[in-house]
């Protein structure tokens, strides 16, 4: 990406969408914005977030991330701001919050959609006046913190469902960067394979040539739901399985990879006739089948519903070995 930050340019990518969600990042990290960036899980999210931090005047202070999703409202609290001692029953000490631990640097709050209501309010206060209170305490602390936020979660309904304050939707949206989802980055899907099997193979000490076309096909077939981050777990599961200077293989992807309806869009995605393109979808079918049943053909003639003979005509005239 000319012109681009380091931060920026270490993110893989050839699809055009995500290239000009890296422009816009690199847009804004040298301001002191606040930036939502919206997308559904597995995206990179967080990815982005701290890409702008590394691409900012802020980069050499702390980077916090805070899930708001997986902590309940009262902890929640405690986590963002802190408490002072004796603010609740285990409140022993006093503890210093997430927001004050991100002074000098970047405060990445993850699944912001789903803050409570309270805590909405005590979050806008830092934005708008730079200061709050810990759980417990009445003195007030200065803080300097930049807010880079996320969600999978649409926030404008939210604010319509009155779920999300409208003044702290329009603070924390002041810059917002839309993620696309893997499947409409069809460049990227073979591309990030290679940089996870380079990954994990060199982590896991074990020498993988690469995936086979059939492999790669499949991957490129499927809608990937959870995106970025299941396209990563599928790579590292296929390399536990796979041989040691061997090929990734279909039976080495997951079977949720390698359903019907993967395969009929694998099919049609291909130049041909309407009869050459449903016999593609046949073969490939059959393949999978027996892949799933370990090569045994009665097992897979069966599961197809059809006779064995009829299965070794069919491997016959697809010269499937």
């Known amino acids: 990406m000319g012109g681009g930050s380091i931060a920026f340019n270490a993110i893989v990518t050839e699809a055009p969408e995500m290239q000009a969600v890296l422009r816009m990042g690199a847009q804004v990290a040298p301001t002191d914005a606040t930036v939502l960036i919206l997308g559904e899980s597995g995206t990179g999210k967080e990815l982005i977030a701290r890409a702008i931090h590394e691409a900012s005047p802020r980069r050499e202070g702390p980077f916090i991330k805070v899930d708001c999703a997986a902590l309940p409202e009262g902890l929640l609290e405690s986590e963002l701001f802190g408490h002072e001692k004796g603010a609740y029953t285990d ?36 934005l708008q006046e730079r200061e709050f209170t810990r759980v417990g305490g009445n003195q007030t602390i200065r803080v300097d913190v930049r807010i880079v936020s996320a969600t999978h979660q649409d926030l404008e309904k939210l604010r319509q469902e009155g779920k999300f304050r409208d003044d702290l ?4 949206s002041a810059f917002t960067i839309h993620l696309p989802r893997l499947r409409s980055r069809g460049e990227d899907i073979l591309l990030l394979a290679e940089q996870f099997l380079d990954k994990y193979s060199e982590a896991d000490r074990k020498l993988v040539l690469g995936l086979s076309p059939e492999a790669a096909d499949l991957l490129m077939a499927y809608g990937w739901p959870g995106n970025v981050r299941e396209l990563e777990n599928e790579v590292h599961g296929a390399i536990a399985k796979a041989d040691q200077g061997g090929w990734i293989l279909p039976e080495h992807l997951s079977s949720g990879l390698r359903t019907v309806e993967d395969l009929v869009r694998l099919a049609g995605d291909r130049e041909g006739s309407l009869n050459g393109i449903l016999a593609q979808v046949e073969r490939l079918i059959i393949k999978e089948k027996l892949a799933r049943h370990g090569g045994n053909r009665t097992a897979t003639a069966k599961s197809l519903g059809i006779s064995r003979v009829n299965l070794h005509q069919k491997l016959a005239k697809h010269r499937i070995e």
Do not use: C
């Open 169 to 172: 939707y329009y603070r924390l």
């Open 91 to 126: 409140a022993k000490t006093r503890r210093i919050g997430m927001i004050e631990s991100a002074h000098g640097g970047t405060l990445f709050l993850d699944e912001v959609g789903d803050l409570p209501l309270s805590t909405q309010i005590k979050l806008l206060r830092v």
